[in-house]
């Protein structure tokens, strides 16, 4: 198995072992919010969140941004 370390796009923490983080992936006008899993956190467009926390406020960011990826 490959070590991967993740990213919170939000706050910049790492971590090699996120299993209670938020995965979301941003395509036009859609937003998919997955629980963390291997295969949707290396999923092309994925983003990376280390919590609800910061996944919602990503999601915020989408709305005034007008559906666009912020
Ligand atoms: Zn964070």
Do not use: K
């Not at 990213?7 to 299993?19: A, H, K, L, Q, Y």
């Not at 629980?35 to 990503?58: K, N, T, V």
């Amino acid at each position: 198995m490959i070590d991967t370390t993740y990213r919170c796009e939000i706050c910049g923490e790492t971590s090699e072992d996120p299993m209670s983080w938020v995965v979301i992936r941003c395509e036009a006008n859609q937003l998919t919010i997955y629980r963390w899993s291997q295969e949707a956190a290396d999923a092309p467009q994925a983003l990376h969140y280390c919590g609800q926390r910061h996944a919602q406020m990503y999601i915020s960011r989408w709305f005034e941004a007008d559906n666009e990826c912020p």
